[in-house]
């Protein structure tokens, strides 16, 4: 069974309800109010309507009692006070209205000298109860022409800051004037109308703090918070949705017999579940962040939570920086998606990360018209409007990959120093936002923050690079220094060797040993230390050095197959070092595949390139870590790798004017392609 609830127990909670509204409502506003030309009068009046909706709280059996309806003239008195000032600020009140009031007054003091009150309205009273009631009437029909003559009054411009006033100071007023109308007509106050007075009253508390916060002169320090805002307007919401879901389940179990209590639970299970579906849409939450900042503030954002936001989510020293970033940027515009492009080497801009969604696998170059325009004019560039009609971007083309791009609704530029070091494009939002002039200037500058962010940590790994490269010279330095002593003893026990034969088999056999000793020393040694000098590069026949490596590789398991070959393919390079990229791909492709796998091996012709391809049906590797590791030195996942071999072989055959692409999927295998530019034997004549 539901408890019963008194009339008196529901009045008593309703008038709790507005004495705790006006309440808050004056402690927001004491703070430096006095100060203001109407602060004092307006916290005066919020003041004293808690105080009247306390008493009758707690006399709430006794609507009629003397002490409750002092306090209620002085709540409209200072109601009406209140009123006068906005009103008559700049100059007098017109003398009809004036001498009402005068006269009106007169009447509530001589109302009140004759000890009306104690015949209480509810119980049919006499001419007293009667007369206090007229007087309630009379109060309500000021208040509510008031209102309206500073709403009349008002210009257009200015009525953006007061109309929420006028709606809950009216409002109190038209509610006394509907209670007091209807004891009037009936000579007694109706139990139901009193009851439901003070909830009235707590709502009409809102709307006079957004009114108290648009008006400085009101109360400057009132500033209502966009988040707590926001949360109270979810938890508003929430709480009126299951209160009428709750009020139908009720009404279920009520008229459905044997059904009702299985109704009931139902219908409230089947009600949190929805609401809270609602609460955990961020569509719904990106809906209600941009009504309430549309609709209650002048800005579009709260620039300092913002900025603390959007800081805290850069300078954390983690990983993953550039989805990061994405993040950030897009948190400002609502977006549920995006990606992050990058200038890399060969003056190109690669995807560098996606946040919930795939990088696309396309480059755009630098010098594109795209980019120009971007570096050129730094703007925030609105896709959907550059594929519809082009304006404002003139004859600008769109670029192939952002075309097929359906979805991105935003390009905001990465700028650092005045040049585009990067762009950001941005999915369509969750709810629908303006992209005016306030939304662009802070997408600016929060790209121009993120770039400084992510070149600092680029500049940062780069030079740990560098000190890891320092590291493995100086211990190169090392090893050359010992292997020098060491082919000079082997050398000496060499020479000496021969000269002391005692078993010529035996000696002749220690020396075919010694001198291949020396020689894989030589070629260490050789491999090693550079000193400086840049390797001879000449024509080679790219077929040979590809067999000589699959020749070395003939006893792994699997062992590479070559598929196709394509003879008479000419390329310029180290043929030594070209060898060894080719031997440490294969490695790769064997240490990554089962014994039961396939790797197979191809040399084909593509136009003016020469392209070895090489397949394994391994492991395979993930988009992220091609992306973030496969090409990163120093950074291995085999527990003896020193993690360069990749690094250094991309780095020579694009010293050689070619490129190493990957292509590789999870579970399925890996393809490693190097291209390489034909050498042209008539061009090398002339």
């Known amino acids: 069974m539901l408890p019963r609830w008194a009339p008196s127990d529901v009045a008593a909670f309703s008038y709790g309800s507005a004495g705790v509204a006006f309440l808050i409502l004056f ?30 709280a707690l006399g709430a059996a006794r609507p009629a009692a003397p002490a ?68 309630h009437v009379s109060l309500a029909v000021l208040g509510m022409l008031l209102v309206e003559h500073l709403y009349r009054n008002t210009p257009p411009v200015g009525r953006w800051g007061i109309k929420f006033a006028c709606l809950g100071i009216g409002g109190l007023f038209a509610y006394d004037f509907y209670l007091y109308s209807d004891a009037l007509l009936f000579r007694h106050i109706n139990s139901e109308i009193w009851a439901a007075r003070g909830i009235v009253t707590a709502l009409c508390a809102p709307l006079i703090g957004i009114a108290a916060a648009r008006n400085r002169a009101w109360a400057p320090e009132l500033m209502l918070s966009r988040q707590i805002l926001f949360r109270s307007a979810a938890l508003l919401g929430s709480a ?27 219908c409230l299970f089947g009600a949190a579940l929805l609401l809270a579906g609602v609460l955990f849409s961020g569509a719904m939450r990106a809906s209600l962040k941009v009504q309430i900042n549309k609709h209650f503030y002048r800005g579009s954002f709260d620039y300092r939570q ?48 996606g946040w919930n969604q795939a990088a696309p696998a396309a480059v755009e170059d630098a010098g594109s ?84 962010y992510l070149a600092h940590r680029e500049s940062a ?30 050398s000496l026990l060499l020479s ?57 590789h003939a006893d792994r398991a699997p062992p590479p197959v070559l598929a196709s070959c394509t003879a008479g393919l000419t390329v310029r390079a180290d043929g030594s070092r070209l060898e060894r990229v080719l031997g440490h791909l294969l490695q790769n492709a064997v240490d990554a595949t089962p014994a039961g796998g396939a790797i197979t091996v191809r040399l084909l012709r593509v136009g003016q ?62 393809t490693f392609r190097v291209v390489l530019p034909l050498y042209q034997q008539a061009a090398a004549a002339a």
Not at 378 to 403: H, I
Not at 418 to 432: E, M, N
Request: aromatic content about 8%.
């Open 68 to 135: 409750l309806q002092w306090l209620e003239l002085l709540r409209t008195g200072a109601w009406l006070l209140f009123l006068q000032r906005l009103l008559y600020q700049e100059r007098r009140m017109p003398a009809g209205l004036l001498a009402g009031a005068v006269v009106l007054a007169v009447a509530v003091v001589a109302g009140m000298g004759a000890q009306f009150w104690p015949a209480a309205p509810e119980e049919g009273g006499g001419r007293g109860a009667m007369l206090a009631i007229i007087i």
């Open 461 to 490: 790994d780069s030079l740990a690079v560098a000190r890891q490269f320092e590291s493995f010279n100086r211990m190169s330095a090392f090893i050359v220094h010992d292997l020098k002593n060491l082919v000079s003893q082997l």
């Open 240 to 266: 009126t949705y299951l209160l009428a879901m709750a009020s139908s389940a009720y009404y279920l179990r009520y008229i459905g017999g044997v059904w009702g209590p299985l109704m009931q639970l139902a």
């Open 496 to 552: 000496n060797a021969a000269r002391h034969q005692g078993n010529p088999e035996f000696e002749q056999d220690m020396l075919a040993t010694l001198a291949h000793s020396v020689d894989k020393m030589k070629l260490l040694l050789h491999k090693l230390h550079r000193d400086g000098r840049q390797e001879q590069d000449g024509p080679q026949p790219l077929d040979q050095l590809l067999l000589r490596a699959l020749q070395a």
């Open 306 to 353: 913002e900025w603390l936001r959007f800081t805290r989510a850069l300078a954390d020293d983690g990983p993953a920086l550039a989805e990061r970033a994405i993040q950030a940027v897009a948190a400002l515009v609502e977006s549920p998606a995006g990606t992050l492009w990058i200038r890399r080497e060969r003056e190109r801009f690669e995807p560098a990360a």
């Open 609 to 670: 390139a020469a392209v070895v391809e090489l397949a394994d049906t391994g492991h395979g590797m993930s988009e992220q870590f091609i992306r973030e590791r496969l090409f990163q030195p120093f950074d291995s996942t085999k527990p003896a790798g020193m993690g360069i071999g990749v690094f250094e072989s991309r780095e020579y055959v694009r010293d050689l004017g070619g490129e190493l692409e990957v292509a590789s999927t999870p579970g399925m295998g890996s």
């Open 27 to 56: 402690l927001l506003l004491l703070q430096k109010s006095k100060s203001r030309r109407h602060g004092a009068a307006l916290g005066c009046a919020c003041l004293l309507t808690a105080a009247w909706a306390g008493a009758a």
């Open 369 to 452: 018209a795209f980019c120009q325009f971007l570096e050129a004019r730094q703007w925030v560039m609105d896709v959907g409007a550059w594929r519809q009609s082009r304006q404002p971007y003139g004859q600008l083309p769109l670029p192939d990959w952002l075309a097929a791009m359906a979805q991105v609704w935003l390009v905001v530029p990465l700028i650092l120093h005045g040049r585009l070091f990067g762009f950001v494009t941005l999915d369509q939002p969750r709810t629908r936002i303006a992209l005016n002039w306030e939304v662009t200037d802070v997408l600016k500058i929060a790209g121009s923050q993120a770039a400084g």
